[in-house]
């Protein structure tokens, strides 16, 4: 009975050693192992590449020693682009590709303009593999648009790429997104910021407040004769190109010249000006300095 008792203490003794081993071992682990994972919401458009291309230019020259990876949160763009032959991995596909490659540090850059419902979809992804524990640290980014900050900015940027042409009493328009999460506020929020540094620059959106037409009336209300329009996107892809500065009636080109105001449509995203790049860089440079 002594006999038995003391095996099956050893027993235990032993399993307890070969499990702290087994796991000492394991705390050791590989060594440190650091990526980026850039997360857009994609396009599909070919004049959408150069935003996305001048992000990586610049994530690459900032962060010269870090493999960098993408990943497009629309699963529409990302079918529609699977059908041409490209390939681009749902976030949480690229990460737990990061995952299996070993990395154990992951910095998820946010390449989104607001706080909306792309960036907390990823924000409950990054939330659900750090419960996991697969990284020992993954981080997400802030998008464009976060802080006051980012507010100060952005407004900067703004007034340092618009056409230099342009006269003070010429209106600039931007067209924003838009969305019906909460964070749309941003968008009436830059309006107002930007106009105590210049009343002639209007922020619109496609699918949010303010529409189209509540800017227009401000515009006609002011005398505005001349608009240079903008995409306030990453990207100049399909809305920009058709919502914006497309042919059809409902257009805000159509809609603006409809109210007397003549219209210059300028197709390039924000991504395509290092000012904006910039900020979404400094936000990864922030998310870097915790690894
Ligand atoms: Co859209």
């Excluded at 396009?43 to 959408?48: K, L, V």
């Excluded at 991995?89 to 490659?101: R, S």
């Excluded at 996107?233 to 399909?238: F, N, P, R």
């Amino acid at each position: 009975m002594v006999k038995r008792g003391i095996v099956f203490i050893m027993a235990i003794i032993f399993i307890f050693i070969a499990f702290s081993v087994a796991s000492a071992a394991h705390g050791k682990k590989q060594e440190t192992k650091k990526g980026i994972l850039l997360v857009a919401f994609g396009s599909s458009e070919e004049s959408a590449q150069v935003s996305f291309d001048n992000i990586d230019k610049k994530t690459k020259a900032a962060f010269p020693d870090i493999p960098v990876y993408w990943a497009y949160t629309s699963h529409i763009i990302r079918n529609k682009l699977a059908k041409q032959g490209k390939v681009l991995d749902a976030p949480e596909v690229a990460l737990a590709k990061m995952m299996a490659e070993g990395f154990t540090h992951v910095a998820v850059q946010s390449l989104h303009t607001i706080l909306g419902e792309e960036y907390h979809d990823l924000r409950k992804m990054v939330g659900a593999f750090n419960q996991m524990g697969g990284f020992e640290k993954i981080i997400l980014g802030y998008p464009l648009m976060a802080t006051q900050d980012d507010m100060v900015k952005v407004v900067d940027a703004i007034l340092k790429n618009i056409p230099k042409e342009r006269k003070p009493n010429e209106a600039v328009v931007l067209m924003g997104h838009g969305t019906h999460h909460p964070s749309n506020a941003f968008y009436a929020a830059l309006m107002f910021q930007i106009q105590l540094k210049d009343p002639n620059i209007f922020v619109g959106t496609v699918e949010g407040y303010p529409e189209v037409d509540d800017i227009k009336e401000l515009m006609v209300k002011q005398g505005v004769k001349k608009a240079y329009l903008m995409p306030f996107m990453s990207v100049a892809g399909d809305h920009a190109k058709n919502d914006m500065a497309g042919d059809e009636d409902d257009s805000w080109k159509s809609v603006l010249t409809k109210a007397g105001i003549e219209c210059r449509p300028i197709l390039k995203g924000t991504a395509e000006f290092d000012d904006f790049v910039n900020i979404w860089i400094d936000h990864l440079k922030a998310v870097m300095a915790h690894f």
